[in-house]
């Protein structure tokens, strides 16, 4: 979709009343937040190609799609680490859209597929994550691993035991939980885990600058405030993209609804 497009529908998502309109899902998740707050979902995965994502992989100049890692097949968005790829070469990629967003609600549905590429890190098994309030590709170095971002991960379970999914990754920034600046890479989140190749959906709920919240199952897994880069800068807005980062991965949906800067901020509790 282009820009102008785009910003149109953007407005009118701004404007509308109180339409609510519920994505497909065939996952565990059935109490989904989005669907309790007026407005559109807007799909930023339109399910046929990739019009409107820019692949960045670190050691390759914006726009190289490296191995056709990211691809669409099947209606799906894949995260790509098949026989052809060959062993993990340490090239991280992320892959942005177009556009970029402030205040707003972020649905995802994905799963954790196959086999984590040869040699790939230990930490990154059944690993993925959604960059939001992120740099612009063409701003990031070109051995740049990850965008100066806040990360809302995405983590599939071992088979046994737990492994908890919707924690908070900060490459090149920080947040405040409880008032305190973390000054941690890593904070785990109250979420839960999901074992095989099960479709999972999570929901982000982002407002600017003041309060973000992960959510899974109908609840706040986790919460936090004033999103920042390293040196103090307040993050208003950014880009969104999905990482790749030798985990396979599919995405079945991706969708955006955005949300008024003065709306009221959605209840906790869920009926």
Same mark, same amino acid.
């Given at each position: 979709?282009?820009?102008?497009?785009?910003?149109?529908?953007?407005?009118?998502?701004?404007?509308?009343?109180?339409?609510?309109?519920?994505?497909?899902?065939?996952?565990?998740?059935?109490?989904?937040?989005?669907?309790?707050?007026?407005?559109? =979902?807007?799909?930023?995965?339109?399910?046929?190609?990739?019009?409107?994502?820019?692949?960045?992989?670190?050691?390759?100049?914006?726009?190289?799609?490296?191995?056709?890692?990211?691809?669409?097949?099947?209606?799906?968005?894949?995260?790509?680490?098949?026989?052809?790829?060959?062993?993990?070469?340490?090239?991280?990629?992320? @892959?942005?859209?177009?556009?970029?967003?402030?205040?707003?609600?972020?649905?995802?549905?994905?799963?954790?597929?196959?086999?984590?590429?040869?040699?790939?890190?230990?930490?990154?098994?059944?690993?993925?994550?959604?960059?939001?309030?992120?740099?612009?590709?063409?701003?990031?170095?070109?051995?740049?691993?990850?965008?100066?971002?806040?990360?809302?991960?995405?983590?599939?379970?071992?088979?046994?035991?737990?492994?908890?999914?919707?924690?908070?990754?900060?490459?090149?920034?920080?947040?405040?939980?409880?008032?305190?600046?973390?000054?941690?890479?890593?904070?785990?989140?109250?979420?839960?885990?999901?074992?095989?190749?099960? =479709?999972?959906?999570?929901?982000?709920?982002?407002?600017?600058?003041?309060?973000?919240?992960? =959510?899974?199952?109908?609840?706040?897994? @986790?919460?936090?405030?004033?999103?920042?880069?390293?040196?103090?800068?307040?993050?208003?807005?950014?880009?969104?993209?999905?990482?790749?980062?030798?985990?396979?991965?599919?995405?079945?949906?991706?969708?955006?609804?955005?949300?008024?800067?003065?709306?009221? @901020?959605?209840? @906790?509790?869920?009926?």
């Amino acid at each position: 979709m282009k820009n102008t497009q785009f910003a149109i529908t953007i407005a009118a998502t701004l404007a509308a009343s109180a339409l609510i309109a519920t994505a497909n899902d065939e996952g565990p998740n059935q109490k989904l937040v989005g669907d309790r707050v007026p407005g559109e =979902w807007i799909d930023l995965f339109n399910g046929e190609n990739l019009d409107g994502w820019t692949p960045k992989f670190s050691g390759h100049e914006v726009g190289v799609n490296h191995k056709n890692v990211f691809r669409v097949e099947d209606g799906l968005l894949r995260v790509v680490y098949g026989e052809e790829y060959g062993p993990w070469d340490g090239a991280f990629g992320h @892959l942005f859209h177009e556009q970029e967003f402030s205040h707003y609600i972020l649905r995802v549905t994905y799963r954790f597929t196959g086999q984590q590429a040869p040699g790939g890190p230990g930490w990154a098994i059944r690993n993925n994550g959604i960059m939001f309030h992120g740099q612009r590709p063409e701003e990031m170095e070109i051995d740049q691993d990850f965008p100066d971002s806040i990360e809302f991960q995405m983590l599939g379970g071992s088979g046994s035991g737990d492994r908890v999914t919707g924690s908070l990754c900060t490459p090149g920034t920080d947040v405040k939980i409880d008032g305190e600046l973390t000054g941690r890479h890593v904070t785990e989140s109250d979420g839960p885990t999901f074992h095989g190749d099960q =479709w999972v959906t999570l929901e982000l709920e982002v407002r600017g600058n003041d309060i973000i919240r992960h =959510w899974a199952d109908g609840r706040v897994i @986790l919460e936090y405030t004033h999103p920042q880069r390293n040196d103090g800068t307040p993050l208003e807005s950014g880009t969104i993209s999905i990482q790749a980062e030798s985990a396979p991965t599919d995405f079945k949906a991706i969708q955006i609804k955005v949300l008024d800067p003065d709306a009221p @901020l959605i209840p @906790l509790e869920v009926e």
